[in-house]
């Protein structure tokens, strides 16, 4: 009966916000879960084998706040090869990904990941939203290209 009450009164749960986006990694690879990916058809899920980058990214924001003005934004990113073959970058918030707390599916399939590089990111975004000139891409992990086969083996 309680619960009855208590939902007259606050009334239907909010919707989904279709900007929010869960991010999984896994022994299988990659997951962005976004209802506005997921009603646009776009591509959810790379296996580790598609991942060619992982990094830090200090930018300036794209839409300047209409209070604040221009600032400086914080995103972890990944490059991942889509289906199609084009390569394409995923931005995650920075409150996303805790450095000291990295999932083990991400350390375990990306070997020779530079932590230090995230944290030389990391202390450039410490220093403000103000920070201009700390603008940067921190690559802590890279694919290294395959090598080619020789043309004329003899």
Same mark, same amino acid.
């Given at each position: 009966?309680?619960?009855?009450?208590?939902?007259?009164?606050?009334?239907?749960?909010?919707?989904?916000?279709?900007?929010?986006?869960?991010?999984?990694?896994?022994?299988?690879?990659?997951?962005?879960?976004?209802?506005?990916?997921?009603?646009?058809?776009?591509?959810?899920?790379?296996?580790?084998?598609?991942?060619?980058?992982?990094?830090?990214?200090?930018?300036?924001?794209?839409?300047?706040?209409?209070?604040?003005?221009?600032?400086?934004?914080? #995103?972890?990113?990944?490059? !991942? +090869?889509?289906?199609? *073959?084009?390569?394409?970058? @995923?931005?995650? &918030?920075?409150?996303?990904? $805790?450095?000291?707390? #990295?999932?083990?599916?991400? !350390? +375990?399939?990306?070997? *020779?990941?530079?932590?230090? @590089?995230?944290? &030389?990111?990391?202390?450039? $975004?410490?220093?403000? #939203?103000?920070?201009?000139?700390?603008?940067?891409?921190?690559?802590?992990?890279?694919?290294?290209?395959?090598?080619?086969?020789?043309?004329?083996?003899?």
């Amino acid at each position: 009966m309680w619960s009855r009450i208590k939902r007259f009164l606050i009334g239907p749960p909010p919707p989904e916000d279709p900007f929010r986006k869960t991010v999984r990694f896994d022994d299988t690879g990659f997951t962005r879960q976004c209802e506005l990916a997921r009603a646009m058809g776009l591509q959810e899920f790379w296996p580790w084998s598609d991942v060619e980058e992982f990094g830090f990214a200090f930018s300036k924001a794209m839409f300047p706040d209409p209070w604040y003005g221009d600032y400086m934004e914080s #995103l972890w990113f990944l490059r !991942l +090869r889509c289906e199609d *073959g084009d390569l394409m970058r @995923v931005d995650l &918030e920075e409150d996303q990904l $805790a450095i000291d707390q #990295l999932p083990p599916a991400l !350390l +375990r399939h990306l070997p *020779g990941l530079d932590v230090d @590089v995230l944290r &030389e990111g990391l202390a450039v $975004a410490r220093r403000g #939203l103000r920070h201009f000139d700390g603008e940067g891409v921190w690559v802590a992990w890279r694919r290294t290209p395959a090598p080619t086969p020789d043309p004329d083996p003899a």
